[in-house]
């Protein structure tokens, strides 16, 4: 049975789905391609019909949840970001979560490709925080700062055991600090 490019299409974007979603959970090395795309819903051998390696899958993976991530936070009120990126529901919700947080040490050891699509993501994001309403967008450095350290705090909590007191302590903390620091009501 002739397949046609519609469906071809849909495939290639089901599986990156599923690998955008187990490569968060489990890492790059955490998920084999045999398995990926079982759970895609397809057999090992037809990888190769839409990817030329796992490396690039990788990188289209990572492209959809920093696009993801993206558009979900562009004309968000940073408030609004900031409470729900620094929350026990977001840190626990790994697959579905952000990809910058769950992969980016795994991202500084990957092909160059890998870096390049992170690097954009960053670049992406903090576009997206820096269209607020005039007097309300960041500077370049503070949306950086507050980026990044949300970031960091959403690893260092995903690092401890997850009834861990000091993993929702991190989350509290640098939560309430950013936005002191941003100048804006406290969650």
Do not use: W
């Not at 057999?43 to 019909?49: I, L």
């Not at 992170?118 to 960041?138: C, K, M, S, Y």
């Amino acid at each position: 049975m002739k397949v046609t490019k519609a469906q071809v299409q849909e495939n290639r974007a089901r599986i990156v789905e599923t690998a955008s979603t187990l490569f968060r959970e489990r890492g790059y090395d955490g998920v084999g391609v045999a398995e990926l795309m079982t759970a895609a819903g397809f057999t090992h051998g037809g990888f190769y019909k839409h990817f030329r390696s796992k490396a690039d899958l990788m990188a289209e993976a990572a492209a959809s949840g920093i696009s993801q991530r993206v558009a979900d936070s562009d004309g968000v009120d940073l408030v609004d970001f900031v409470a729900r990126y620094l929350s026990r529901e977001h840190r626990d919700a790994r697959g579905a979560g952000c990809t910058m947080a769950a992969l980016g040490g795994d991202a500084a050891r990957q092909s160059e490709d890998i870096k390049a699509t992170f690097a954009d993501g960053i670049e992406r994001n903090l576009a997206a925080f820096q269209r607020g309403e005039p007097g309300d967008a960041l500077d370049r450095a503070r949306t950086l700062d507050t980026f990044a350290r949300a970031v960091g705090a959403l690893v260092l909590s995903r690092a401890c055991p997850d009834d861990s007191p000091l993993a929702d302590e991190i989350l509290e903390t640098c939560r309430r600090q950013i936005l002191a620091e941003l100048g804006l009501p406290k969650v």
